[in-house]
C-alpha cells in the first residue's frame, strides 16, 4: 500500500498524506499519499510463477544497487495496477471533513499502479472523490476548479518513490510536503504483510499503515495518523489488482459516477494544489494511444 508504497493521500493540516499510498490518501506510498501510491507495466507475476519467499540475504553478500525486490513474494504481490474503494476516518472517528476539499470522504475510489524495479519502486496513484451531499453545500462551500458543491466530484494525485536500504527486502525515501522532508520506510513482514511508516523531521510517527496480502491478487490497508503524538486520522482500503485495461476502463467509469469534471482529471496534488500535470505525464504513459 499502493500511497511510498503507503502513504495516507490527504495530509490532514501537517499531519495527513495514502497506498497507497495513499495512497488519500494512502496508499502505501514511497516516500505519503492519500492520501499512498503509488509504476508501469511489467507482466504481472502470477502466484504460480512465484518463487518460495526470501526474507533476508547475508549482509557479506549484500549488494544493494543490483538487489532485485522482486525476489521477495511480498513484492510480487504489490507490482501492478490496483483499484480501491476507500474510507478516512478523522480524529473524531467519524468520515473526515475538510473545508479546503469539500468532497467526501466515507466512500472513494483510489487508482494505484505500483512499478517494482529493481532495487526500486515507483508508484503513481490518483484518487477520485464523489460530490458533498447537496444538502450540506451553502455559499461558503467552494468546490475547487469549475465544478459545483454537491454536483461535481474531484480527483487528486500522489506519486512515491522509494529504494532498497539492505537486501531483506525492505525500502525507504524521503517525501517532500509543506515544505518539510519527511522519511518513510517499509519493511516486509512475512510473505504476506507490509509495514509502512512515516516520520516527522524530529523524528516523532506520523503514520503507521499495515498492508496484508493475501494470494488472491487483493489487499487491504489501514493506517493510523499522527501530528505530536496525537491521532488524527485512521483509513480502510479495499483493493484488489487488476489488468491494465481494466484499471483505466474502471477510473474512466469513476469519473462519471462522480460527475468529474474533464479539466480536473489529474489536476490536484496531496496538498490540494493544482498539479501542474497531466494524466499522462503523471502515469507514464501515452493514454493517448491506448
Given at each position: 500500500m499502493p500511497k511510498f508504497p503507503y502513504l495516507i493521500p490527504t495530509l490532514l493540516c501537517l499531519s495527513t498524506?495514502?497506498?497507497?499510498?495513499?495512497?488519500?490518501?494512502?496508499?502505501?506510498?514511497?516516500?505519503?499519499?492519500?492520501?499512498?501510491?503509488v509504476?508501469?507495466?511489467?507482466?504481472?507475476?502470477?502466484?504460480?510463477?512465484?518463487?518460495?519467499?526470501?526474507?533476508?540475504?547475508?549482509?557479506?553478500?549484500?549488494?544493494?544497487?543490483?538487489f532485485r525486490l522482486l525476489d521477495f513474494t511480498p513484492w510480487q504481490r504489490e507490482n501492478g495496477y490496483w483499484v480501491g474503494e476507500y474510507?478516512?476516518?478523522?480524529?473524531?472517528?467519524?468520515?473526515?471533513?475538510?473545508?479546503?476539499?469539500?468532497?467526501?470522504?466515507?466512500?472513494?475510489?483510489?487508482?494505484?499502479?505500483?512499478?517494482?524495479?529493481?532495487n526500486a519502486i515507483?508508484?503513481?496513484?490518483?484518487?477520485?472523490?464523489?460530490?458533498?451531499?447537496?444538502?450540506?453545500?451553502?455559499?461558503?462551500?467552494?468546490?475547487?476548479?469549475?465544478?459545483i458543491c454537491g454536483?461535481?466530484?474531484?480527483?487528486?494525485?500522489?506519486s512515491a518513490d522509494q529504494k532498497a536500504n539492505d537486501c531483506s527486502g525492505n525500502i525507504s525515501g524521503p517525501f517532500e510536503s509543506f515544505g518539510m522532508?519527511?522519511?518513510?520506510?517499509t519493511t516486509l513482514i512475512g510473505d504476506d504483510?507490509?509495514?509502512?511508516?512515516?516520520?516527522?523531521?524530529?523524528?516523532?510517527?506520523?503514520?503507521?499503515?499495515?498492508?496484508?496480502?493475501?494470494?488472491?491478487?487483493?489487499?487491504?490497508?489501514?493506517?493510523?495518523?499522527?501530528f505530536s503524538g496525537s491521532p488524527t486520522y485512521a483509513s480502510y482500503y479495499r483493493e484488489r489488482k487488476v489488468t491494465k485495461t481494466e484499471f483505466f476502463q474502471l477510473l474512466a467509469e469513476a469519473r462519471t459516477e462522480y460527475n468529474i469534471l474533464a479539466t480536473?482529471?489529474?489536476?490536484?496534488?496531496?496538498?490540494?494544489?493544482p498539479s501542474q500535470t497531466t494524466c499522462d505525464d503523471h502515469f507514464g504513459l501515452d493514454l493517448s494511444t491506448d
Open positions: 498524506a495514502m497506498l497507497s499510498a495513499c495512497n488519500d490518501d494512502n496508499t502505501n506510498s514511497t516516500a505519503t499519499n492519500a492520501e499512498s501510491s509504476v508501469e507495466t511489467p507482466i504481472p507475476i502470477t502466484e504460480t510463477e512465484q518463487s518460495a519467499p526470501i526474507l533476508a540475504v547475508e549482509d557479506d553478500e549484500c549488494d544493494v544497487e543490483n474510507t478516512l476516518l478523522g480524529a473524531d472517528g467519524t468520515p473526515q471533513v475538510s473545508s479546503r476539499w469539500p468532497y467526501r470522504y466515507d466512500n472513494y475510489r483510489g487508482f494505484i499502479h505500483l512499478e517494482v524495479l529493481g515507483k508508484q503513481r496513484n490518483v484518487f477520485l472523490y464523489p460530490p458533498k451531499l447537496a444538502e450540506l453545500c451553502d455559499e461558503t462551500t467552494v468546490a475547487l476548479g469549475n465544478g454536483i461535481n466530484g474531484n480527483e487528486k494525485i500522489f522532508t519527511l522519511d518513510t520506510k504483510s507490509v509495514l509502512y511508516q512515516v516520520r516527522m523531521p524530529d523524528g516523532s510517527i506520523m503514520q503507521n499503515q499495515l498492508t496484508t496480502l493475501p494470494p488472491n491478487d487483493t489487499r487491504v490497508r489501514t493506517a493510523q495518523g499522527f480536473d482529471h489529474c489536476g490536484y496534488d496531496n496538498t490540494n494544489q
